[in-house]
């Protein structure tokens, strides 16, 4: 016998990588503002140029500003992020405005910089794919061998050996493990499971399983 319950999906490692490679952009648009001021103060004294090179000053004024305001939105605003395509449009203005400062440094005849940022709005563009692509939904499945429960993109095995009860209740699966251990997921509303179904068939292995854990006097 064997039961598939479906679950709220949680807050994955990918939406925390999400946040991550958001911060971490917000960090280099930060750096590379600080960075094209310093330049354009550079192009005013220096004897190399006949005046100050301006778009400098406006990449990082632009750069500066957006990298604080993908910070901002990366730490205090990380559900409104998450909401539709929200988080894909922050990742093209991200490109672009990497792009740009590949461009403006092209422009101004600095070929390492061009292309090093060339690299990283590349790496910013597949990032937006992966996170374009569907996760698979998530699922508990109940069968012989214990439960199996999805955790970090891997499929955790809970034998029976260590499962002291199982309950069906109010649209959340709990699962009382040996040691006073409890694991809660929230099922995906909607849908009908058999709770009495669920709960006998998990009480009947769970007795099996105990007698495998207690030793004979």
């Known amino acids: 016998m064997q039961f598939v319950l479906p679950l709220l999906p949680l807050e994955t490692g990918a939406t925390r990588r999400m946040t991550t490679l958001h911060l971490m952009l917000a960090l280099v648009l930060c750096g590379i503002g600080a960075g094209s001021f310093v330049l354009y103060w550079f192009t005013t004294i220096s004897p190399n140029f006949k005046h100050a090179y301006k778009p ?3 990449l990082g004024i632009l750069s500066f500003l957006l990298g604080l305001g993908i910070f901002a939105a990366a730490i205090f605003y990380k559900n409104w992020l998450r909401e539709g395509k929200r988080s894909l449009s922050l990742r093209i203005l991200e490109v672009i405005a990497v792009l740009g400062a590949s461009g403006t440094f092209a422009f101004a005849g600095q070929a390492k910089p061009a292309v090093l940022f060339g690299i990283i709005a590349l790496a910013i563009f597949v990032a937006a794919l992966w996170e374009l692509r569907k996760p698979a939904a998530p699922q508990a499945l109940i069968n012989e061998q214990g439960i199996r429960l999805p955790k970090g ?3 955790r095995l809970l034998p029976w050996t260590e499962i002291d009860r199982v309950l ?3 649209g959340i699966l ?6 006073n251990r409890l694991l809660q997921r929230n099922l995906l509303p909607g849908v009908s499971n058999d709770a009495k179904s669920i709960e006998d068939f998990c009480k009947e ?3 099996e399983a105990l007698q495998k854990r207690v030793p004979d006097w």
């Not at 709990?174 to 040691?179: M, P």
């Open 168 to 170: 069906v209740r109010h």
């Open 56 to 58: 400098f000053i406006w």
């Open 205 to 207: 292995k769970s007795a």
């Open 174 to 179: 709990s699962i009382e493990l040996e040691g």
């Open 153 to 155: 993109g891997i499929i």
